[in-house]
């Protein structure tokens, strides 16, 4: 696991409860796991925005990916206004997608059936397309 940039963002991931807290984990490492494999991304600088974990290159090609907990779970999240989600539901059907804005996700079994490299390389390079 990559180590926290802050303890800001530790203190989120543990107030938030098993199982959304392992799933969210999950995906950060995932995230970074990813980023490490398209090397215009120079890394991933993480903030916190909205009160949740955010990533995006620190090359500052990508638009921001957020991990959040939800009523049922988790999510992945990205702006809204950018063609992520829309552009990765054309592509998959085995997912619960919230409107443009991001994947929802109540159990690890749904995080690892699902397909996300297509849509977190599309946000890690967003700016670039």
């Not at 203190?11 to 199982?19: A, K």
Request: aromatic share 8%; hydrophobic share 35%.
């Amino acid at each position: 696991m990559t180590d926290f940039q802050s303890h800001k963002i530790r203190d989120v991931f543990m107030r938030v409860p098993d199982p959304a807290r392992s799933g969210m984990l999950y995906l950060r490492d995932k995230l970074y796991e990813i980023a490490k494999t398209i090397p215009a991304t120079k890394g991933l600088d993480e903030s916190l925005k909205w009160g949740q974990p955010s990533y995006v290159p620190k090359s500052g090609i990508g638009t921001p990916l957020r991990l959040g907990q939800t009523d049922e779970g988790f999510g992945l999240f990205v702006h809204c206004q950018t063609t992520v989600i829309s552009e990765f539901a054309s592509l998959t059907s085995n997912v619960n997608i919230d409107g443009n804005r991001g994947v929802l996700f109540t159990s690890m079994d749904e995080v690892k059936g699902s397909n996300l490299e297509p849509m977190i390389c599309h946000a890690m390079t967003y700016k670039t397309r």
